[in-house]
Antibody
Framework: EVQLVQSGAEVKKPGESLKISCKGS????????IGWVRQMPGKGLEWMGI????????RYSPSFQGQVTISADKSISTAYLQWSSLKASDTAMYYC???????????????WGQGTLVTVSS | QSALTQPASVSGSPGQSITISCTGT?????????VSWYQQHPGKAPKLMIY???KRPSGVSNRFSGSKSGNTASLTISGLQAEDEADYYC??????????FGGGTKLTVL
């Protein structure tokens, strides 16, 4: 059974750094792109970026380029989303999701993590 | 890269049909058939309902269907049921390994 399990909720102060994780199981982790999606309180889904765990090749939405870093460690089947200096506006639920596809193709998100709530407040 | 345009809300009575539109541009919806639709209930992760504009994953009710014409994709739900009340999001490939979501539509079953 394919599963994506995300790390737990975080409460941070502005200016702090943070790295949240998404651990895949039940499939070959290196063979599918993993994406990150933001959902601010009461708002819609926003596509942030993706990574191909096979070679840690990241791609970013122009809106999030330079604001976050997406990485992966294929040895432990885990993808990461990190911030170097959080802002209050980073408060949101963050989902990881797996792209269906093969040979580096991406078609749609077929499996989702449970979400990680990040709260940034002084 | 702007969000795809969806109506903020739609509503219908049980048994009726509703359609949610998703309007993009020639850079995303108009060029690629890689349009998917997701259902999200409050406090839950999104769930895939339609992919490749008009294909339904196994396990999804055949009351859900998708279509695409030009720069606009559509999700139709027939025989509305109370459990269909949720937020719905479209998503399209936008080139250069990037994707874009729609703003979301809240479906209310009256």
């Amino acid at each position: 059974e394919v599963q994506l399990v995300q790390s737990g909720a975080e409460v941070k102060k502005p200016g702090e750094s943070l790295k949240i994780s998404c651990k895949g199981s039940g499939y070959s982790f290196t063979s599918n792109w993993i994406g990150w999606v933001r959902q601010m309180p009461g708002k819609g889904l926003e596509w942030m970026g993706i990574i191909y765990p096979g070679d840690s090749d990241p791609r970013y939405s122009p809106s999030f380029q330079g604001q976050v870093t997406i990485s992966a460690d294929k040895s432990i089947s885990t993808a990461y989303l990190q911030w170097s200096s959080l802002k209050a506006s980073d408060t949101a639920m963050y989902y990881c999701a797996r792209y269906s596809g093969y040979d580096r193709r991406m078609y749609y998100f077929d499996y989702w993590g449970q979400g990680t709530l990040v709260t940034v407040s002084s | 890269q702007s969000a795809l345009t969806q109506p903020a809300s739609v509503s219908g009575s049980p048994g009726q049909s509703i359609t949610i539109s998703c309007t993009g541009t020639s850079s995303d919806v108009g060029t690629y058939n890689l349009v998917s639709w997701y259902q999200q209930h409050p406090g839950k992760a999104p769930k895939l309902m339609i992919y490749d504009a008009n294909k339904r994953p196994s396990g999804v009710s055949n009351r859900f269907s998708g279509s695409k014409s030009g720069n606009t994709a559509s999700l139709t739900i027939s025989g509305l049921q109370a459990e269909d009340e949720a937020d719905y999001y479209c998503c399209s490939y936008a080139g250069s390994s990037t994707w874009v979501f729609g703003g979301g539509t809240k479906l209310t079953v009256l």
